[in-house]
């Protein structure tokens, strides 16, 4: 499929989407992710944006992310960990016990739990996941209840619109409209998220090998996106 029935039918599910009456948010990783944001601001729609600032990102997607605000005239909120809470873990654990013990404990910390406060807001939100980033992601649908957290009314929806996406139609819709890209792009990376947990590609490795780079296993999540899948069904949300 080319990308102009692909965004002709992500566009579809945002609007059915949001124009219930729902609070609606929208993540923003500070990468590819942008798509989405372009998606919506094809929409007409004026979704809030929000971008989780685990206190270990790059600078340059910082300043990708302000970029991206001004870009889109974003309503954007930073998301960020309680500063109480990781002083007294990195007390206890130090600011690098992701390489020993696992990733989980520090991105519960600096993701999930802030997550979780700030959907607890909304009624539902979108994201940029698609079925090819990764193996744990090959059943991801379009709309589903999300797994993991809770929204203001109870079950959180949970919208991935780049579901049917592959990478490669998805970098084709940034070249074809000149979207600003996150510069680390060019130095090889591909998922981007925390500066010490995350390097640059090899050629021919998956996007996903850069991501907690010094572990062996194939889930490579950060707890955010964890299956089971419960498909919500009513919405225009089969391609
Ligand atoms: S990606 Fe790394 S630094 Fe970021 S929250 Fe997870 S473990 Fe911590």
Redesign the pocket.
């Known amino acids: 499929m080319s990308i102009g029935p692909l965004s002709e039918h992500a566009i579809a599910l945002i609007h059915d989407l949001c124009s219930r009456d729902d609070a609606i948010t929208c993540a923003f990783s500070g990468a590819e992710d942008i798509v989405v944001l372009d998606l919506i601001h094809r929409s007409n729609l004026r979704v809030p944006v929000f971008a989780v600032d ?1 206190g ?1 990102l790059h600078a340059a997607t910082h300043a990708y992310i302000q970029q991206a605000q001004q870009h889109y005239n974003l309503d954007l909120t930073w998301v960020t960990p309680d500063p109480s809470a990781v002083t007294a873990f990195e007390r206890h654990n130090g600011r690098f016990s ?1 390489y020993e013990d696992g ?1 989980q404990a ?2 519960s ?3 999930t739990e802030p997550l979780r406060k700030h959907l607890a807001h909304f009624d539902g939100w979108l994201t940029g996941l698609r079925r090819d980033q990764n193996p744990n992601r090959e059943a991801l649908p379009e709309l589903q209840v999300d797994p993991i957290f809770l929204g203001l009314r109870g079950p959180l929806k949970k919208a991935n619109p780049l579901a049917n996406w592959s990478r490669l139609e998805v970098e084709a819709y940034i070249r074809h409209h000149s979207l600003p890209l996150n510069p680390l792009v060019h130095q090889g990376y591909k998922s981007i ?2 500066e ?3 390097r640059a590609l090899q050629p021919h490795e998956h996007e996903r090998a850069g991501r ?1 780079w010094w572990e062996t296993n194939t889930n490579k999540e ?1 707890g955010l996106h964890e299956q089971p899948v419960q498909i919500i069904g009513g919405l225009k949300n089969e391609t």
């Open positions: 685990t270990r992701f990733h520090c991105c910390l600096r993701k998220g925390c010490p947990c995350t907690w950060c």
